[in-house]
Structure formats: C-alpha cells, structure tokens
C-alpha cells in the first residue's frame, strides 16, 4: 500500500508570503495528524482530523494557520503570512484507528521562511 | 514544560554492543510509551510501544524497559547495527478525552554506530 505522501518536499518562501502543504494519507485511514518539528526541538502536535472534522486542534501555534480535509481524504495546511518561526519541518501522520499510536508519518515538508 | 524529556543529544556505541536509549516523563497520564526511528529527510518510523501497564517489551533486538515509579523509560537495542544508527524520538501517548489521543515527543537522541 502506499504510503503517507506530503508535498512539496521542500518549500522557500518569504516572510508575509502564504505557503500550502499538502498530505495525502493511507487510504482507509480515518485519522489524520499534522506535527511539526522547529530545528533541534521536539516534534509537536498541531492538529487531529477524523476524516473531514477537527477533533482537536489544540496545537495550532495561532490563526495565521488553517488546516482542512477536504471530503475525508487529502489535507492542506495553510500558513498566511508566514514567519519567520514558522520554519520548521511540518509532518503528516495518519492512522486507521485512534489509539494514540500506530500512526504512520509522512517524510515531512521542511519549511524555510526566510 | 516539556513532558517528555530526551536529556542525551546524541549517543555513540561500537557496533555489536549495546545502545541504551534514556527517556523521562512528567505527566503521569500518559498511558502508551512509544519509540520512534528517524533517518535523514524521512518521517519517524514506529519502532516498539510498551503499555504504561507494563514493565518491559521486546522484539528482536529491541526491548523497551518502563519504570513507572521514576518516570523513566529505556530503549535497548542489542546488539548494535551500523544500520541503526539515526535518531530515536520517545513518545508518549495521552488520551484527552472523546476520541482524541495525542503524542507527546521528546527532542530525540542521534546514535551513531561505528563498525
């Protein structure tokens, strides 16, 4: 099965810009999770769909972000404007029950606002 | 106020010994203890879980040892590969009610092992 895919790799922008990630989870999986990870810190939770609605989104840094799963499949996370501290690599998880574990992660999308 | 605490950057062992992992918790609601292996420009990869009702897991070379009484969680890997060298995130698990479950990282732990 495939795996979970996130786009663009790699994403320079500059500050006051708006960046778009994009997650494409394991079909089937109902659970979906955006994380981030800022240089050599702890990777953090920013939010948790199951399939198109929000459970929690007690991570989110603030409203310049704005996550959506559009139908239940695919998710963007939508950053306007971008910061500096906004640089970081954003990760995608998804998982097909809601047990705290067994997520799979995507490869990440590293963020550079410059 | 981190709750998952990773206090070693980075570990260096010979291959065919043992690495131990190290990893301290503060939130004793944590019910699910998790490692996870990162290679460069990859996502995490799930490596082993133990119950926090339980003292011990294994699998292969891995066997994660938890320590409820100090908040304290260990990753041994024996013996030592050149493969496994990355980092390893600890990661604990919380459920905060209806349906939500979160992880909670520590900062990771860089191991190198040399042949």
């Known amino acids: 099965e495939a795996g979970v895919t996130q786009f663009p790799s790699h994403s320079v922008i500059e500050k006051g810009q708006t960046v778009t990630l994009r997650c494409d989870p394991i079909?089937?999986?109902?659970?979906l999770y955006w994380y981030r990870r800022v240089m050599g810190k702890e990777i953090k939770f920013l939010l948790h769909?199951?399939?198109?609605?929000?459970?929690?989104e007690s991570g989110m840094p603030n409203n310049r972000f704005l996550a959506e799963r559009t139908g239940g499949t695919y998710s963007t996370l939508k950053v306007q404007p971008a910061e500096l501290e906004d640089s970081g690599v954003y990760f995608c998880?998804?998982?097909?029950?809601?047990?705290?574990?067994?997520?799979?992660f995507g490869s990440g999308t590293r963020l550079t606002v410059v | 106020d981190q709750q998952v605490k990773q206090n070693s950057p980075s570990l260096s062992v010979q291959e065919g010994r043992i690495s131990i992992l190290n990893c301290d918790y503060t939130n004793s609601m944590f019910d699910y203890f998790l490692w996870y292996k990162k290679y460069p420009a990859e996502g995490p990869t799930f490596l082993i879980s133990i119950s926090s009702i339980k003292d011990k897991n294994e699998d292969g070379r891995f066997t994660v040892f938890l320590n409820k009484s100090a908040k304290h969680l260990s990753l041994h890997i024996v013996p030592s590969q050149p493969g496994d060298s990355a980092v390893y995130f600890c990661a604990a698990s919380e459920y905060s009610g209806g349906s939500n479950y979160k992880l909670t990282f520590g900062k990771g732990t860089l191991l190198t092992v040399n042949p």
């Open positions: 998880a998804s998982s097909q029950e809601n047990r705290g574990w067994g997520y799979t």
């Open positions: 079909s089937g999986h109902d659970n």
């Open positions: 769909f199951v399939k198109e609605s929000k459970q929690d």
